[in-house]
């Protein structure tokens, strides 16, 4: 057989070649929309490109990104990976000293930043010493005290849409990423050409995304986190029309954009979609008809929620599994279930999609009954799955296991057809007097009740039993749930000794980065009697 490299320049050289005409649109921060084509942008990629090589950038450097979902973060996809570079996916939304140390730690050289996150990046600027030069993603540069800055329009004019892209070898680096820092600070995770092109070319995959060029796709997830799930790549790679939402993913807005340019799939995290739901719910003129599936991940996913989607909208919610370590597809529930399965696997986290194994284990690495009860940890290994962490200034110790298996941090139990289901992180299963209780589980049965619009439940230290839960929610209204009502309603699924403590009542609950219940936060709060005690504004239901 031929025997030939598989990189991100095939992703880009498909999508200009078979699909130059198909759109990418993004929503402007004032409300209105850019519009171009998949040609236009592969023109505007070379001319970035040769940018980089004219400014002096190392033909193996990093380069990084402060910046939301729109089309120049788009074109930054493609033009540092395909001209040799990497990608640094910056999270604006670390705190000050996890920012400053991932683009150190990075090495990043030039930095694209939106003039929305300056600020920011001023505050910081003495402490970026790698960073040799500034780039506001704009047509021209506001003021800053940014130095030597440059608008990125301005770099682009300079350009040639001529660029003689160099021969890579699939296993170059093309990104980095870094974990959100829920469980430690954060950790660099590199990407190859090879992973993320066979990530892209799986997305399409019947039991995967099965993106095609009849679908428009929409993704909300951040582009700074893990690839935007690699939508924007599977989007071009397929030829399907490509909306970015810009800032715009408060449910209004949102809804008005899936619905005028007719997006058929859009991918969140469940934060997005919940409140979502709500607002269709309470806005009766509004609509998502064009949408048929929802891809949901980072999170577990609310039966409730699966079901208010396919009840009032006939939308399909379609719950995935991944990490940053797994570029991240890894779990997934199949768009079309096997013969005889019902909606019940839908409420899992499905199974290894293709090109993925998975096996979960008990302490001494044995691996559990396939049973769907039986819980371990989730082992996986696969195409897009890192060997371990990077890093310029610190050791990291690798996540895998003596025999190449990633290590996730999940619990989770798997049954004979399987699909694999995440009942906890390690860090939230609550072990009270030698029992384990789902914290995820009970989340998902107390969001099912109709006064709750969010729940997130934590371990708290107790005397007796070690741990015991503890239910942080938000009332949908003004209507504040009664502790007996909640109580009676987990009743009806758990044992008595399941049912939290305590529950807690907030008008939000914080969010990490990525838009995950901050559970690290909530058990800095709460886990211990001291901390408990010094809450006096806890509003106990």
């Known amino acids: 057989m031929l025997q030939r490299d598989f990189t991100l320049i095939d992703v880009l050289d498909r999508a200009d070649t078979l699909f130059a005409d198909r759109a990418v649109v993004t929503a402007r921060p004032d409300g209105s929309r850019h519009r171009y084509t998949y040609g236009d942008a592969a023109d505007r990629i070379a001319r970035l490109a040769g940018a980089l090589d004219d400014l002096g950038v190392g033909s193996d450097a990093r380069v990084g990104t402060l910046a939301r979902n729109h089309y120049r973060h788009f074109e930054l996809y493609f033009a540092p990976a395909c001209s040799g570079r990497s990608l640094h996916m910056g999270n604006v939304r670390l705190p000050e000293t996890d920012l400053v140390e991932t683009i150190r730690d990075a090495g990043d050289e030039v930095l694209f930043v939106d003039p929305a996150f300056l600020d920011r990046v001023e505050a910081v600027a003495d402490d970026l010493d790698t960073v040799e030069r500034y780039v506001v993603l704009a047509e021209t540069v506001p003021e800053t005290t940014l130095d030597p800055v440059v608008a990125y329009e301005d770099l682009l004019a300079a350009g040639s849409p001529d660029y003689d892209w160099p021969a890579l070898a699939e296993d170059r680096e093309c990104g980095l990423c870094y974990t959100t820092g829920t469980t430690g600070r954060p950790k660099g995770v590199t990407y190859t050409h090879r992973a993320l092109a066979l990530h892209t070319m799986m997305n399409g995959h019947v039991d995967t995304y099965a993106i095609g060029a009849r679908d428009t796709v929409c993704p909300v997830v951040p582009m700074f986190h893990v690839n935007a799930w690699g939508f924007p790549y599977a989007a071009a790679f397929a030829g399907a029309d490509l909306v970015l939402p810009g800032p715009h993913t408060d449910p209004g807005p949102l809804a008005a954009l899936l619905a005028e340019e007719g997006v058929t799939v859009a991918a969140g995290v469940p934060t997005v979609w919940r409140r979502l739901a709500a607002y269709l719910d309470e806005t009766p003129a509004a609509d998502i008809d064009p949408v048929e599936r929802l891809v949901v991940g980072g999170a577990s996913v609310p039966p409730s929620l699966v079901r208010s989607y396919d009840d009032a909208h006939d939308v399909t919610v379609q719950q995935g599994w991944g990490m940053t370590e797994t570029s991240p597809l890894g779990l997934l529930t199949p768009l079309d279930p096997s013969p005889g399965d019902d909606a019940a696997p839908r409420t899992t986290d499905g199974r290894p999609v293709p090109g993925i194994s998975a096996r979960v284990v008990d302490e001494d690495g044995i691996r559990v009954a396939r049973d769907g009860e039986a819980m371990g940890e989730l082992h996986v290994r696969g195409l897009w ?39 906890d992180r390690t860090d939230d299963l609550i072990n009270s007097g030698g029992e384990w209780i789902s914290s995820i589980e009970l989340e998902d049965e107390l969001m099912a009740h109709g006064d709750v619009a969010e729940a997130a439940v934590v371990p708290v230290a107790d005397e007796t039993w070690g741990e015991r839960p503890l239910a942080v929610v938000v009332p949908r209204g003004d209507d504040l749930p009664e502790t007996d009502a909640l109580d009676a309603h987990l009743r009806a699924s758990f044992p008595s000794w399941w049912l939290p403590d305590r529950y807690v009542v907030r008008e939000s609950i914080p969010l990490t980065t990525t838009g995950k219940f901050d559970k690290r936060a909530l058990r800095e709060r709460f886990g211990d009697a001291d901390a408990r005690a010094d809450d006096s504004t806890a509003g106990d239901a």
């Open 385 to 423: 799955v890192t060997e371990g962490y990077a890093s310029r200034t610190r050791d990291v110790e690798s996540p895998l296991t003596d025999d190449g298996w990633l290590r996730t941090g999940d619990v989770a139990t798997w049954d004979a057809d399987g699909y694999v289901d995440v009942v």
